[in-house]
């Protein structure tokens, strides 16, 4: 059991869980009684709280991040020391890292990999601000929330810029795979080291391998120093030759041909993102540089040549059976022209090489070194597989797994269990699931011997997520170590593709593993309804049944002797075909007594055949001036409008009415599927008298952009329409491109 476990830390931060292990310090889940949120607490491996260059480098970190505030970047809430114990309180993430996303998808959509560099080169632009120099910066540094937003973290070999620099003999640090080219070679690091690992991280994301491979951490730094990388579009051939171009030039070996800042960087990913057949020239850059670079090597490997001959040691030896040259001038070993240097001057049997024995040496001390480490290995594999015991102090390992481990380590007191644990549904709470040593092997009395024990089956809460799209709804459900299984459903009140709610419930506690339901909407039904009859029916009644039909209601009361709250006529009849949303108006008797008297039929009245004699227009927005005056109802219409959609537009748009000049709605909002209405006309019931001036706009998420302008004659039935823009659609499908 880890001794940090249910540690108090300053009296304030209790350690619950080990979350993380690495290589100076590890880091583990723990509460903030103070606060009451869970934070992160990375505490300094005890091995290295003696070592000054260690802490020297973790207080680093606290420095590097304390005075950075960034949403992309962890928050960092305190630092301390108790008990020789060196301590960094921070925000914890409840995420994956970009490296186990890379690994789960292979390699990324272009547009992925663009959301996730623009929010690290942001985050990488305010510490550069700050003279704060990451160097680590690779996948596993960085996390990934479920919100599709990134945080970096891990500013352990971080560097003020503006201190000392670092000469060729500092310890090259940070991960080899990622590492640019000047901070592998030992020299000095700036914000653009910290460029070129993006670069690296963005061919990584768009091929779904890294740049350079090797055998060994040297070799794979002797490539970042000298070689050039396989373009990515020989390995993904769907990469846009721009985005190419951006990788190429944060990987570019001279630091100054490089992008110079982050803010560079992101200024040409935002060209990118506005125009995939965007280039920038870098390519073309490249290309005349290696063009003269060839022509400089052509014309001087002579001169090379001759450099390295005439710098060979060299001894003249008598030979008998030759003439005797004359001496040649020293001038000699540096020609003014080595092109035009002939080899005959030189003769074999006048040049002795010295030969240097350190290569000779080297190879057998290496021959040494494998062959001592040969024995070492198969000495310690022939004693992990030692069966029989030689000695009194030798103990045969039992069978420890599905044992509890108090109990385990009570009955087995020769040797010390050593606990750690993790999540598992197959074993209980406390038993032992794993043995670091198998059953039957031989191990010495009281040696440790390290076991994992079951913390029982991990529960996760549901989240909520209506309204998510159904693949951050999945993701957001998947990272909590669930399973999903969509269902589509209608849903008037959410739009096409978006989570309207999940079974078991959100908030609901589950086992990890859990297959959830998440219903997915199909947006609402555009097609006619039927408008029911509630001539008769009681007020609320008359409500229900017009929203079961998926149709407004709109209530008006009026003088009657029928009882009161009951429906007395409604302005469309029962059983008539309108489309959905359309707004009924249903006259309700308020009970008063009075009688309507019935009159011939007035094809424009509210309702057939029916007037007041007192004058009292329900229908009207004050009285009339004198009893007896008969005024003709208001009476709404509907009016249908059609609205042409470009064959282009590939979206669903809320499309709203207003009054023109002014910003008040006018009726309600509808959607429109470009999937069934693009190319075509789609009709727009709107309602009401007289005649209005309306604006049309068109909204998908946060951008609404006005299109044309209607006039409505209700009274006519007959509509124009003026100023119409079908450029609105397009402009609306580029802005939700990203």
């Known amino acids: 059991?880890?001794?940090?476990?249910?540690?108090?830390?300053?009296?304030?931060?209790?350690?619950?869980?080990?979350?993380?292990?690495?290589?100076?310090?590890?880091?583990y889940r723990g509460r903030d009684i103070m606060e009451n949120r869970v934070v992160a607490v990375k505490i300094l491996k005890s091995e290295y709280s003696e070592n000054e260059e260690f802490v020297r480098r973790f207080r680093n970190e606290s420095k590097a991040i304390a005075v950075l505030s960034h949403p992309n970047i962890v928050k960092i809430y305190d630092v301390g020391y108790e008990n020789n114990m060196q301590y960094i309180v921070m925000e914890y993430i409840d995420g994956i890292t970009l490296k186990e996303y890379i690994e789960r998808q292979g390699k990324l959509k272009w547009r992925d990999c663009v959301h996730f560099t623009i929010q690290i080169l942001r985050a990488l632009q305010l510490a550069h601000d700050r003279g704060i120099v990451h160097r680590d910066i690779k996948p596993q540094n960085v996390m990934l929330l479920s919100d599709g937003s990134i945080k970096v973290m891990d500013f352990g070999i971080a560097r003020f810029s503006r201190e000392v620099e670092n000469n060729a003999n500092e310890k090259t640090m940070g991960s080899v795979h990622y590492v640019s080219p000047e901070q592998a070679g030992g020299q000095r690091t700036d914000e653009r080291s910290d460029i070129y690992s993006v670069g690296v991280m963005m061919y990584e994301m768009l091929t779904g391998t890294k740049p350079f491979n090797g055998d060994t951490p040297v070799a794979v730094a002797l490539k970042h120093m000298h070689d050039a990388p396989v373009p990515p579009t020989d390995i993904a051939p769907e990469i846009y030759p721009g985005l190419e171009e951006i990788i190429l030039h944060a990987m570019e070996k001279d630091p100054m041909k490089r992008y110079q800042s982050a803010s560079g960087m992101i200024r040409d990913i935002e060209a990118f993102k506005i125009d995939q057949s965007i280039t920038f020239g870098y390519a073309e850059k490249r290309a005349e540089r290696r063009t003269d670079g060839k022509a400089e090597n052509s014309s001087s490997a002579k001169e090379k040549i001759a450099s390295a001959i005439s710098s060979l040691p060299m001894i003249k030896k008598e030979k008998s059976h030759k003439k005797e040259r004359p001496a040649k001038s020293v001038?000699?070993?540096?020609?003014?022209?080595?092109?035009?240097?002939?080899?005959?001057?030189?003769?074999?049997?006048?040049?002795?090489?010295r030969h240097n024995y350190a290569l000779p040496i080297l190879a057998a001390v290496a021959c040494t070194v494998i062959i001592v480490a040969t024995l070492f290995v198969a000495n310690v594999i022939l004693s992990a597989f030692k069966t029989t015991s030689s000695s009194v102090n030798d103990y045969v390992m039992p069978n420890l797994i599905g044992l509890n481990f108090y109990d385990a380590r009570a009955q087995y007191t020769d040797i010390q269990l050593v606990a750690t644990e993790e999540y598992n549904s197959e074993y209980p709470a406390g038993q032992i699931i794993e043995q670091e040593k198998a059953e039957g092997r031989i191990v010495k009395i009281?040696?440790?011997?390290?076991?994992?024990?079951?913390?029982?089956?991990?529960?996760?809460?549901i989240p909520d997520v209506k309204n998510y799209h159904m693949s951050s709804a999945t993701k957001a459900l998947e990272d909590m170590g669930l399973f999903v299984s969509q269902v589509l459903t209608d849903n008037d009140d959410i739009a096409a593709d978006y989570a309207v709610r999940t079974d078991p419930i959100a908030g609901s506690e589950v086992e990890e593993g859990t297959t959830v339901r998440l219903y997915i909407s199909l947006g609402p039904m555009t097609e006619d309804t039927i408008v029911p009859y509630v001539v008769g029916?009681?007020?609320?009644?008359?409500?229900?049944?017009?929203?079961?039909?998926?149709?407004?209601?709109?209530v008006q009361y009026t003088a009657s002797s029928e009882e009161r709250d009951l429906v007395i006529s409604q302005n469309i009849e029962g059983g008539s075909s309108v489309p959905r949303d359309t707004v009924?108006?249903?006259?309700?008797?308020?009970?008063?007594?009075?009688?309507?008297?019935?009159?011939?039929?007035?094809?424009?009245?509210?309702?057939?055949?029916?007037?007041?004699?007192?004058?009292?227009?329900?229908?009207?927005?004050?009285?009339?001036?004198?009893?007896?005056d008969i005024d003709a109802p208001t009476v709404e219409r509907n009016v249908i409008v059609y609205i042409d959609i470009p064959s282009t537009a590939k979206n669903k748009y809320y499309v709203s009415m207003t009054y023109t000049g002014t910003r008040d709605s006018f009726g309600e909002q509808q959607t429109v599927d470009s999937a069934l209405w693009a190319g075509g006309s789609y009709p727009f019931t709107l309602s009401g008298s007289g005649t209005v001036t309306l604006d049309a706009y068109a909204r998908y998420g946060g951008l609404q952009i006005r299109f044309a302008t209607y006039t409505v004659d209700f009274d006519n039935g007959t509509y124009t329409v003026d100023d119409y823009q079908a450029s609105t659609f397009r402009t609306i499908d580029n802005w939700a491109m990203f």
């Open 331 to 353: 001038e000699r070993e540096k020609p003014a022209e080595p092109e035009y240097y002939d080899d005959e001057d030189y003769d074999d049997d006048e040049i002795e090489i």
């Open 1 to 27: 059991m880890d001794s940090f476990i249910g540690l108090k830390l300053d009296g304030r931060y209790e350690i619950t869980e080990l979350i993380g292990v690495g290589g100076m310090a590890n880091v």
């Open 584 to 628: 009924i108006t249903v006259y309700v008797s308020d009970g008063s007594g009075e009688e309507i008297e019935n009159v011939d039929d007035e094809p424009d009245a509210g309702f057939p055949g029916e007037y007041y004699p007192w004058g009292q227009d329900p229908w009207a927005s004050t009285p009339s001036d004198e009893p007896g």
């Open 537 to 554: 029916k009681d007020v609320v009644t008359a409500q229900y049944e017009i929203e079961d039909a998926h149709l407004k209601y709109k």
């Open 446 to 461: 009281g040696d440790a011997v390290k076991v994992t024990v079951s913390k029982g089956t991990r529960m996760v809460t």
